[in-house]
């Protein structure tokens, strides 16, 4: 049974290193400081999909060899989750031409649509992206991987967690973008072999978990290994790895696992 992951991105909605901003020259000479929007793909016997479309999706892509994609998930329509869908036209003309379908709940599918209302709207054209909308309203299934999402706060906006289960096993819990990851989503993800969470930053902010809430949330699933993702720059890979519990890491872009 194969569930290989790649972290595509690790990185908070401005990205890792932020515009504008200087840095010592240590930090910018570690190639885990840097931080692209936050994504995962992953690999089974019979899917490929992608959680999330950021604005590094092409430089995602070409960084990890990235040639199929045969599904969208979205968890919510803020700008750093959602605006590399277009650069999927690639996926569609590699899949004979077809649409790719995408998931989301009606909320984000709604946003998806305004602001790719060109892409909704036409017919399919070869060379252009053709998204074939599924709404996310409970429990779905894609090739061999059952999913259950889990409402999340995060701000104003929502957003959905994800369970990844194939055959009997959990496999993947990814909760990211969330003030909270509510009891439903603990209690299911319990025993899961790996669970990535928003730790945002170590001060506390309104719609995503800090450092302390996250490693909290960490011990409550007590997955058998937890990456740390949605970074800011206020966290220094090497420097901040030395503080974590056993089995907690922090995400970067190209960390790989095969479960
Ligand atoms: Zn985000
Ligand atoms: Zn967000």
Redesign the pocket.
């Known amino acids: 049974m194969k569930f290989n992951l790649t972290v595509l991105g690790s990185g908070t909605?401005q990205g890792v290193p932020i515009i504008g901003a200087d840095y010592p020259s240590s930090f910018l000479a570690n190639p885990k400081n840097h931080r692209t929007r936050s994504s995962i793909y992953i690999e089974t016997d019979e899917i490929c999909l992608i959680i999330d479309t950021t604005p590094d999706l092409r430089t995602q892509a070409l960084r990890e060899g990235i040639k199929q994609v045969d599904a969208v998930l979205f968890?919510?329509s803020?700008a750093?989750?959602i605006m590399g869908l277009d650069d999927c036209r690639r996926f569609c003309a590699i899949n004979n031409h077809q649409p790719l379908p995408i998931y989301a709940d009606s909320k984000t599918m709604n946003d998806l649509e305004r602001v790719y209302s060109y892409a909704f709207k036409s017919k399919y054209t070869p060379g252009y992206f053709k998204p074939n909308p599924y709404i996310i309203d409970g429990e779905f299934v894609i090739g061999d991987l059952k999913i259950t999402p889990f409402e999340q706060e995060?701000?104003n906006?929502g957003?959905l967690g994800f369970l990844f289960e194939q055959g009997n096993k959990k496999q993947l819990a990814y909760y990211n973008?969330c003030k909270k990851v509510s009891l439903s989503a603990i209690n299911a993800a319990e025993g899961v072999e790996l669970a990535i969470l928003d730790a945002l930053r170590p001060t506390e902010h309104y719609?995503?978990m800090n450092l302390d809430e996250a490693l909290t949330t960490a011990y409550e699933i007590g997955a058998k290994e937890t990456l740390l993702t949605h970074l800011t720059d206020f966290y220094d890979h090497d420097r901040d790895s030395n503080n974590l519990p056993n089995k907690v890491l922090f995400a970067y872009d190209g960390l790989r696992r095969n479960i």
Do not use: A, P, R
């Open positions: 909605s968890t919510h803020h750093d989750h995060h701000g906006m957003s973008d719609s995503h």
